[in-house]
């Protein structure tokens, strides 16, 4: 198991590494430099250049970019914020939006496999249609629909919970935007949990388990479950993927200061050094889903660790 | 000799969506105790479903229709007797499921879970049913491996199903069978989908563990030269009801059932030197949706009379030990022998073992 998560961390680690690169080759060829003020002589423009190493030749910039940006320094914001850190404009932004996401994803899958796991068990009855309608809605249509009815009905009409965001009221501020997230990854899970366990339990292994006495709750939460779970496991990444797409609406429906609508703003004016900033958190981000479920992967199947072990020796 | 199972009259339908399956229509079969009884027939004649009743397992769209599978077994020093169709899923599971009957499947390469060691699919059975302590399952656990001739069977026990052979599986299925000591054993094809060496090892395995533990086995095989090697008693099976049954000699040596010539007829034979031609039943058997009026085997039947297409016929007695249902067996029939070819092999069968003993 040791080997197989070292393997993940690496190829994720060599992934941060060349979205880096990406990054940095789109910082260079931005048109113009940072300096091309009229007023600026040419003494003065190399004099800044040479202060801010811009010029080095392109590896050690590189090099230096690469630290900085380990590092946490993604430079300065020129427009939202004039001088201010990117870093301290993430840093207050940062947690809101992960904390809505993961919240979203808790939800959406533990909700989604209950489904799921209870459509297929009680096949073509009530709750079966009941399941695979909301699944049906969730895929359908697109989080910031729900938001924004959310918003209406609930915030508005019936004012149970606050329309926009406030920090003093952060735990009720997070429901409807947490909600909203969440029916996509839900209908999804729900969709795949109930394909998937109808599967399982009409497999070979699970007559065997049954013959063998054990008790229903073994057999369904330990063997039927946990095969269950592999096909559904892979879905978790494309799922973020739209949780991450779709934060950048509901972030601006609801007021909400994360790093979505950060990145909406800095888009509509211009902050380009806040955007490719925003761009590499999200693909930090991302990456971490992506390791987190191939470590999941390995944990739940022994084949893939397994093999995945024997090739590495 | 006690008998132990006792299926009377079974009937099992299903609900499928091109109308109802009548897949066992009134079985009645016999199970002694450290005996073995084999059944045999064509695919779909419903083999797999009764001893599917036998362990209580039913799928959703299954309709039990009707009969009794009766369970006799010594519980603290007092034999009781319990009709297993009356028990419900969980009795099943808690007092009969692994611990009474247990259950070898066809297929070794998908009947163990992928995701959890051999040693615990092994262990959870005792850890359930006898209560054992971990460490007193996992030594017997690997006993069992031992027993069933895996080799290594304490590094064995860290192993995947995906990590072993198709031959090695089929034993770690037959060793979790039997770890909670079970009366009964059920083995439905077990070595079909095995290589053909595998297959006399792993029939070799099941007759060992018979002689040492005394169990009683119930063997479904297509196999007739299987039957022959493992079995007491044979049934035969067609279209959803016994056809014929009795001792192996009785099946063997004197069939009276058209349908069990017709197996014998098409089994082949190393020993037999003449260059016939391989019989086969002409036909498929029939539709279970929509069963002819009659003997359903009657349109396959070269002997067929007209009362056959008319009604089934009942089970004749033969002899203590066996039966048959055939029209032919009625004293108001035409007598009819078996064909020539098959009589020639059998006495020829016959006079091999004669002159062997
Ligand atoms: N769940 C089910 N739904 C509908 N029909 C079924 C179901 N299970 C079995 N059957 C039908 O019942 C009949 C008997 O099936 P069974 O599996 O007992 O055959 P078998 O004798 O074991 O054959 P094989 O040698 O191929 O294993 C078949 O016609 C089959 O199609
Ligand atoms: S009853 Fe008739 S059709 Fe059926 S096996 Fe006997 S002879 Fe053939
Ligand atoms: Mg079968």
Redesign the interface.
């Known amino acids: 198991m040791f080997k197989y998560v070292l393997k993940r961390v690496l190829i994720s680690v060599v992934t941060v590494l060349i979205i880096l690169a990406v990054l940095f080759t789109m910082l260079h060829s931005m048109p113009g430099s940072p300096f091309n003020d009229e007023k600026i002589t040419a003494v003065q423009r190399a004099n800044l250049e040479a202060k801010y190493g811009l010029d080095k030749p392109l590896p050690v910039q590189f090099v230096n970019y690469l630290k900085a940006m380990l590092s946490g320094d993604f430079g300065v914001s020129y427009v939202i914020q004039k001088n201010m850190p990117i870093a301290s404009l993430l840093r207050a932004r940062i947690m809101v939006s992960i904390r809505i996401g993961v919240q979203a994803v808790a939800l959406g899958t533990l909700i989604g496999l209950l489904m799921g796991i209870v459509a297929a068990m009680k096949?073509n009855s009530f709750l079966d249609t009941f399941a695979t309608v909301v699944s049906v809605i969730g895929v359908a249509f697109p989080s910031y629909v729900f938001a924004m009815a959310m918003s209406y009905f609930i915030g508005f009409r019936l004012g149970w919970l606050p329309l926009l965001y406030s920090t003093a009221d952060a735990a009720r501020s997070t429901v409807m935007p947490t909600i909203s997230l969440s029916m996509f990854s839900m209908a999804t899970v729900a969709r795949f949990a109930r394909t998937e366990m109808v599967e399982v339990m009409g497999?070979?292994?699970m007559?065997?388990?049954?013959?063998?006495?054990?008790?229903?709750f073994?057999l369904l939460g330990?063997?039927g479950l946990?095969?269950a779970l592999?096909p559904i496991v892979t879905v978790l990444a494309p799922l973020t993927v739209e949780l991450m797409t779709g934060s950048l609406v509901v972030e601006q429906i609801f007021a909400i200061p994360g790093i979505g609508s950060l990145l909406v703003s800095a888009i509509q004016f211009n902050d380009y050094n806040v955007v490719l900033a925003v761009v590499f958190v999200y693909s930090i981000m991302f990456i971490s889903v992506m390791l987190i479920v191939d470590i999941l992967y390995g944990v739940?199947?022994?084949?893939i660790r397994?093999a995945k072990e024997d090739a590495s020796t | 000799m006690e008998k132990t199972l006792t299926i009377r009259d079974l009937r099992i339908s299903f609900q499928a969506s091109g109308g109802t399956v009548r897949a066992v229509r009134g079985v009645d079969l016999d199970l002694y105790q450290g005996e073995t009884l084999a059944i045999v027939g064509e695919s779909g004649s419903g083999k797999s479903v009764t001893v599917k009743a036998i362990m209580g397992i039913v799928s959703s769209n299954q309709i039990v229709e009707g009969g009794t599978i009766l369970y006799r077994c010594r519980e603290k020093d007092e034999w009781t007797e319990r009709d297993l169709l009356r028990l419900s899923r969980r009795e099943m599971r808690r007092h009969i499921n692994g611990t009474h009957i247990a259950m070898v499947f066809q297929d070794p390469m998908t009947s163990l879970d992928p995701t959890m060691t051999i040693g615990m699919q092994l262990m959870e059975g005792m850890i359930q049913h006898l209560h054992l302590s971990r460490a007193l399952a996992r030594r017997r656990a690997i006993e069992l491996l031992e027993l069933v001739g895996i080799p290594e069977a304490e590094k064995r026990m860290r192993n995947y199903p995906h990590q072993l052979s198709g031959g090695m599986r089929q034993r770690v299925v037959i060793a979790i069978a039997l770890s909670c000591s079970p009366d009964i054993l059920i083995c439905d094809e077990p070595t079909t989908a095995l290589d053909v060496t595998i297959q006399a090892k792993i029939l070799e395995l099941i007759q060992e563990i018979q002689r040492k533990t005394g169990i009683s086995v119930i063997y479904i095989t297509h196999d007739l030269g299987v039957v022959a090697k493992v079995a007491d008693y044979v049934a035969v099976m067609y279209a959803g009801r016994i056809a014929e049954k009795g001792t192996v000699e009785d099946i063997f040596y004197d069939p009276r059932h058209p349908y069990t010539w017709g197996l014998l007829s098409s089994m082949p034979d190393i020993s037999d030197e003449s260059s016939e031609r391989l019989y086969t039943i002409p036909g498929s058997p029939p539709s279970m949706v929509d069963l002819p009026a009659g003997d359903p085997f009657a349109p396959r039947n070269a002997y067929a009379l007209e009362a056959d297409f008319k009604a089934e016929p009942p089970m004749f007695q033969i002899s203590q030990t066996h039966f048959a249902a055939s029209w032919l067996l009625d004293e108001r029939a035409p007598k009819v022998a078996m064909p020539d070819s098959l009589r020639r092999r059998i006495e020829s069968m016959r006079g091999g073992e004669r002159t062997d003993g």
């Open positions: 096949r497999s070979d292994y007559l065997l388990a049954d013959s063998k006495g054990i008790s229903s073994r330990v063997h946990r095969n592999i739940i199947d022994p084949r397994l």
